[in-house]
């Protein structure tokens, strides 16, 4: 089987997942924080990689155009544009993108570095890249341990510290704009339970704000000979941006 279709498959199974009730209740969690990033962020173009569950991820994007860039058989949510294509060679021209969003795109790709590097092609100067991704040093990275042999999704996946993460954005001229963890609370399917341990996730910001289940992260693409500022791990308003619009290349796109 070819990658791009492994890739497919994963991204199929992993979709399928954020339909189950936890799945269902750590996007519900991730869409409510992202309503309230996106005021914050501006530009024309916003794109996101890879659809994951019922939820419009990009609702509340100011930015008029919005893409969504999925495998084949996906089809697209709320109010966007359906690219067919793979995230490690967008087919966007360089530049032509404000606003990227990666909803757990990294931890299952198999190159998430050159994923990121494509980001940072397609992004205009001082565009931004937001970016989800579960946290392996939570409940959900000691579940992994035991259940990541099983091959099952999102146990499968990489989880990558948040650190690291870091760390390639640095290399690729990104500078830290704002950030959240989220989900304190253990990957249990069973919504009772889910709902008697409510009391975490005010309990985790205060006490063990970096063992969220997921991390949220903005950053920025830097603009050459411009000095980057100290890094900041809360919310600020970012500035107002211009790009030019993108030129898909070569791939199927529907409205």
């Known amino acids: 089987m ?13 979709c399928a997942w954020f339909e189950t009730p936890l ?15 996106w005021p914050q962020l501006y530009g024309t173009v916003a794109l996101q990689l890879g659809r994951i569950g019922r939820h419009d991820l990009l609702e509340g994007v100011i930015a008029p ?21 793979v995230s490690d060679a967008l087919p966007f021209e360089t530049r032509s993108v404000d606003l990227v969003l990666l909803p757990h795109v990294l931890e299952f790709s198999p190159d998430p570095h050159q994923v990121l590097r494509e980001v940072q092609r397609v992004l ?3 565009g931004h890249v937001v970016i989800l991704g579960f946290n392996p040093f939570s409940f959900w990275g000691l579940w992994r341990l035991f259940a990541r042999r099983s091959g099952r999704v999102p ?19 990104f ?6 963890m989220l989900y304190y609370r253990p990957p249990l399917m069973n919504a009772r339970i889910r709902e008697r ?13 970096m063992a969220a289940g997921v991390y949220l992260m903005v950053a920025k693409k830097r603009v050459p000979g411009m000095t980057a500022l100290r890094p900041v791990w809360k919310t600020q308003r970012a500035p107002v941006t211009a790009v030019a619009k993108p030129v898909a290349r070569g791939l199927r796109r529907h409205g």
């Open 2 to 14: 070819r990658e791009c279709d492994v890739q497919a498959q994963l991204r199929r199974r992993l």
């Open 65 to 85: 155009t919005r893409i969504l860039l999925d495998v084949p058989d996906n089809n697209g949510v709320g109010h966007v544009a359906l690219v067919h294509g």
């Open 175 to 180: 500078d830290p704009a704002q950030g959240k």
């Open 197 to 209: 341990l409510f009391f975490l996730e005010k309990a985790g910001d205060r006490w063990w704000p």
């Open 155 to 173: 146990w499968c996946g990489q989880f990558l510290p948040l650190a690291r993460v870091k760390d390639w954005l640095a290399l690729l001229e």
């Open 23 to 37: 799945g269902r209740s750590v996007q519900a969690a991730e869409a409510h924080r992202l309503r309230a990033v």
């Open 124 to 126: 205009a100067p001082e």
